[in-house]
């Protein structure tokens, strides 16, 4: 291992000097006001290549010799196309705009999306950034470089369940939107990117933002919020697919296909994916398949855009994870769990066998079935020189189940009659159940835009949504050994949730002097949530929760001078409980409390992408973010999960979340770059009071105390190392840490994710044969230093055999050294 990274690091160093093509960069600007485009699509020779950053700077990497074209497009502008001759040597190429182009859909997308003028903390992620790390995996593992970013795996392997949190806040208080419509499960707030696999090959341009943000809608952002487009229009004709193979039985097959513009007013964009895996975990095997399709019209200032997407999973269930004795090889403590949990002698020979990668289920049909379907009718449409709207109507439509055998199951918990045999009265049987869930998501978005071209120190969006959400939960059992008065599919459980979720918000950014300029945000958002019925455990879940919320925000941003910015801005997030706060709790039982959120967020941003401060042909990044988030009635999680997986929470009175986010990116000819991440925090409760149980199982309260907040890293790390040590040859190291993490909010290093460092190792090369555009090879080697680590876990207490209370752990173990290999073809 020594040998390859010492060779890796030879390679990087090759003298640049010798190869005969060279970068293109520069800005692109209004042609009329001078102001920069961010945002602006780059192609070379058809193929997008670069996007503009927030001061409308771009680089194109490598410009082969000879000449090539170059096509700039951005919303609302006539697209340029100029010609370039690659060369040894950087170029660059000052573009300006004219207005009047056709609409790209973005208005609705944007109208959400933070700038250097909300003077928030963002980071922006372009089609390249997600392609150069699409392997198959999921989309928060394209995400894991970006600042405060902590990801895990059930399966161990980045495909199937995967999980994302920022700032320590997990994906329930992270706002996601696709093209402005609300991603995130209205009841749970979760977002199940599972549903939507190898969304990322659809995605044109992603924003995440940290903190509070801009307003969005949907689900409140109270960590971050992911703003992610489809919307992207390709006025050439294109084909592509990609192909990966990998490791425990990993395969992932990609064909995308696009018209162009059509008769100057038509386009039709489309992709199919499949992916497979056995996962890293025994019985952790997924099954993924997934469509986008797009259609659309445009004339004028006018675009119609109808966009249907869907993803269909089946994953075998791994979300109990490992008992910690498994991983540690504890004896004493492994024989603890074997007796506590009633294991057969062929179940306690497997988890002694099988150990870090062990699976507590073997029925072989333990999964998980899931389908969700995404409909979606976009109108962009220009008013005039200085106004824009955007809105969307959508469906999404959602069903499935998971499921389960359970053995030796009372005949009354499922709503049937014991059974007499001889003489024999019996109360148990084992049987095989599914849970269901069956869903309608709809409603409408809109925004409409000033952007005045003419003067544009003023910039204003008034915008909202109102979204309705129906679901039903129920369970059947499909078989049982005894089957008493049952019938085929007895149904034994029902309830039904209704949720309404409107919101209506106003944001306006003023340039007051030519350094000094003003951010404004307000939103109302008012929720409905009704649920009636019985859950699994027959416990009347019957719920009526109303919530009206006012959420301010206000900023500034002062120009120290070229490319130097200082930002602040002070913004109030608030959000309801989720589902599993009303119904894991005692019927009747609403107490849990909306939680509210102060976030303080101020920084610097410096940027030289001309090469002025290290040397021609050089650009340089960096940016220091310090927040400060301050809750009341924060939702916290105990550490311990309900039957399905989520984590059970609790309301604390006072909390909060304070460091920061350190980045930085520098790079040479776009011949080697170094870009680096590093968020130091301190996440607390105060006068916390750990509650344990005695063997009786009577709670016994600690004292108060301030203690860190559950699965909340103090440190995060993400490093990239990349070069191009020959002609179309890219190779990149990528360093992620985490430092520990708590289980639950006893601050206890007995229930805790040990502290973790990961190397990865990925290299693309790319060749322009003849008869097709591109085909590129790819490979992937994850945990190169093949390290043994988890990233995810959850605490349980219950009464032991001997009396007194045992504490366990379970873990979520992530793979070993393992590989993706791809090849990818454009024609």
Partial sequence: MKNLLVSGAALLALPFSAWAQGPVAGTITDAQTGTALPGATVLLDGTPSAATDAAGAFAIPVVPAGTHEVRITFVGYEPLVQQVQGQAGAQRLNVMLRSGGVLTGEALVTAQRANDRTATAYTNVSKQDLAKRNFGQDLPYLLDQTPSVVVNSDAGAGVGYTDIRIRGTSNTGINMTINGVPLNDAESHGSFLVNLP?????????????????????????????????????????????????????????????????????????RLSRIKSDGYMNRAASDLKSYYLAAGYQAGNTLLKFITFSGREKTYQAWNGVPEPALTGNQALLQNYIANGELSEADAERVRREGRRYSYYTYDNQTDNYQQNHYQLHLSQGLGEDWNIGAA??????????????ARR?????????????????????????????????????????????NDKLQATLGGAWNQFDNDHYGEVIWAQYASNSNIRQRYYFNNARKTDYNGYARATWQVLPQLGVYGDVQVRHIEYDIDGVEDDQNDVTTRA????????????????????????????????????????????????????????GGYRFTRPDGELLGPHTSLRFEANYFH???????????????????LRTNVARSYRRGVELTGFVSADDKISVSSTLTLSRNRILNYRDVTYDADYSPVVGEARTSTISYSPGAVSAHTLEGQPL??????????????QYLDNSENEARSIKPYQVLDFRVRYSIKPQFVKEIELGLLVNNVLNREYVANGYTYSYLGASGGLDTFNWYFPQATRNFLASVGVKF
């Fill in 393 to 406: 109507l959508h469906l999404t439509r959602g069903f499935g189940y998971y499921e389960s055998y359970r």
């Fill in 198 to 270: 190898d969304l990322a090959s659809s995605v044109n341009s992603l924003q995440v933002q940290r903190g509070v943000g801009t307003s969005q809608n949907g689900g409140a952002a109270f960590g971050a919020s992911i703003n992610i487009s489809t919307l992207d229009n390709r006025r050439e004709a294109y084909g592509e697919t990609q192909n990966s193979v990998g490791s425990f039985g990993t395969v992932k097959n990609t064909a995308q296909f696009g018209t162009g513009l059509l008769n100057g007013h038509f386009t039709v964009d489309g």
């Fill in 546 to 601: 109303r919530y009206t919320f006012f959420n301010p925000k206000a900023g500034a941003t002062f120009a120290l001078a070229e490319g130097q910015q200082l930002y602040a801005s002070f913004a109030v997030g608030q959000r309801e409980p989720v589902r599993s706060d009303f119904t894991d709790r005692p019927a009747g039982d609403q107490s849990a409390k909306a939680e509210r959120l102060h976030d303080f967020e």
């Fill in 629 to 647: 988030m301050n809750y009341r009635n924060q939702l916290v999680a105990t550490g311990q999960l309900n039957d399905v997986g989520t984590a």
């Fill in 410 to 454: 009372r005949f009354t918990d499922y709503g049937l009659s014991t059974v007499i045999i001889g003489g024999d009265t019996l109360t148990r049987t084992n049987l095989v159940d599914r849970k269901w869930l069956d869903n309608y998501f709809y409603g409408g978005t809109f925004a409409l835009n000033y952007q005045p071209k003419a």
């Fill in 727 to 740: 002609k179309n040859l890219r190779v990149a190291l990528l360093y992620k840490t985490v430092s520990r």
